[in-house]
């Protein structure tokens, strides 16, 4: 675990020591539109300027300068997350997720993507730790005064490195559980992606085609909301 942490503290610097790709660049934000962070791990990632340009002259769209991984990472940088854009402003909708880091099986001396089957491997956050965590991370959200939005996990598909095909059910039966307890609005993004897996998503891969992550955007956006401003 702590070896896994000084891995992705050591991601993070050197993305914020190389030039930021146009994903990571806060938007140079306009007033009076409404403000929504994005919270997520790479399929975040792939869909947020998508989103951006569907909600241009709509919201201001920004998201962390990082891959916010699992849900250990978003415990230690959550409040840092939250001030993207400007410190004290408020955000009209936060659509977070986290699980396909969590699920994911890590070596003994902290190898990613390790053989799940290896009586040595171990997933990086346990299912009971991967309620507990969420858990604080929603009571940390729910503060904000904002409309929370929880975007359950895309599918492991067959296939892939160190993930198991099955386990992103489990997680979001989990996650299910803890926003109906909360009282967060769900979006089922999984039983969208895995509708239409074999059009959008890679082969073999958690990730989705440039197109997928396109109508991954399209499905995000239905769900934000995000009404035109009106004309003065």
Known sequence: MLKATFLYAALVLSSLAAPLKPVYRPVEEIDGLPRVLLIGDSISIGYTLPVRDLLKGKA????????????????????????????????EVIHFNWGLHDLKYMGPNGENLADPKAKTSRQQVTPREYEKNLRQLVNRL???????????????????????????????????????????????????????????????????????SLELAREVVKVLKIKAPSKR
């Open 142 to 212: 729910k503060k904000t005064g904002s409309r929370l939005i929880w975007r359950n996990t895309t599918p492991v598909p067959a296939g892939v490195r160190g993930r198991v095909p099955g386990d992103s059910l489990k997680y979001n039966a989990i996650a299910a559980k803890v926003m109906s307890e909360a009282g967060v609005e769900v979006q089922d993004l999984y039983s969208y992606a895995k509708k239409n897996a074999a059009r959008i998503q890679r082969k073999a891969d958690v990730h989705f085609t440039k197109e997928g």
């Open 60 to 91: 201001n769209v920004q998201r962390p300068p990082v891959n916010c991984a699992a849900t250990i990472h978003g415990l230690k940088s959550l409040a840092s997350w939250l001030e993207t854009g400007g410190k004290g402003k408020k955000w």
